[in-house]
């Protein structure tokens, strides 16, 4: 059972242009969750989705972020526009559907985005 | 505002010492959870505790969980050297969880 798989492992863009992050939950795993990471510091949560509904979205920032779980493939971060302030490592992980107050989440290995 | 903020920042110890990290957090959760991330890696899920729960063993670590002190501890035994890592702690109370900023261990050989 392959772990969750995101993909770029890292990602270099220019100011202006377009990020796109994924990431393939854990096989059985209907659950996603995103987080960003900036250097020294802890993971903060950004987005919450579950197969084709945004469950909380109250990490986003309001412009320029998106985020969807479609019925096929993976989840899928947009970033548009990038900054500086975007370089970061995403991170994502993922858990099962009605696990109550476990939920334990399973990250993956992040994608660290630079912008030039 | 941070919800779970660790202490200590930073711990070096000897290889074989006991390793004590703290968690303090600021309102009700449903679970909390420690997770190891080493330099430039992703995290590793080590332990979950339930709010119900007061303390939990997993091989060499284990956790404890005070709710009315709002409060939790990871204890790692027989440190070994590739126990180096940052450790944060993780608090669940809507199926997000909150980050503190994280412990820097690191075990001398």
């Known amino acids: 059972n392959a772990g969750v798989m995101q993909n770029p492992r890292h990602l270099v863009r220019r100011r202006g242009q377009e990020a796109r992050l994924r990431c393939s939950p854990m096989?059985?795993?209907?659950?996603v969750y995103w987080y960003r990471q900036l250097p020294e510091e802890g993971l903060k949560f950004m987005v919450y989705l579950q197969k084709e509904n945004i469950i909380d979205e109250s990490g986003m920032p309001k412009e320029r972020f998106s985020a969807e779980f479609p019925k096929e493939g993976p989840s899928i971060l947009r970033i548009q526009q990038v900054v500086r302030g975007d370089s970061a490592a995403y991170f994502c992980?993922?858990?099962?559907?009605?696990?109550?107050?476990?939920?334990?989440?399973?990250f993956g290995p992040g994608t660290r985005l630079t912008v030039l | 505002s941070q919800q779970g903020e660790e202490d200590p920042q930073a711990l070096s110890i000897q290889e074989g010492e006991n390793a004590t990290m703290n968690c303090s957090y600021k309102?009700?959760?449903?679970?909390l959870q420690w997770y190891r991330q080493n330099s430039g890696r992703g995290l590793v899920h080590l332990i979950l505790i339930r709010s119900n729960e007061r303390e939990k063993h997993s091989g060499r670590l284990r956790v404890t969980l005070d709710t009315s002190k709002k409060s939790s501890s990871l204890l790692i035994t027989a440190s070994r050297a590739a126990d180096t890592a940052s450790y944060f702690c993780?608090?669940?109370?809507?199926?997000?969880?909150?980050f503190g900023k994280g412990i820097t261990l690191s075990v001398r050989p």
């Open positions: 993780a608090t669940d109370a809507n199926s997000k969880l909150t």
């Open positions: 309102t009700s959760i449903n679970n």
């Open positions: 096989k059985g795993h209907s659950h």
């Open positions: 992980a993922s858990s099962q559907p009605g696990r109550g107050s476990y939920n334990e989440q399973f």
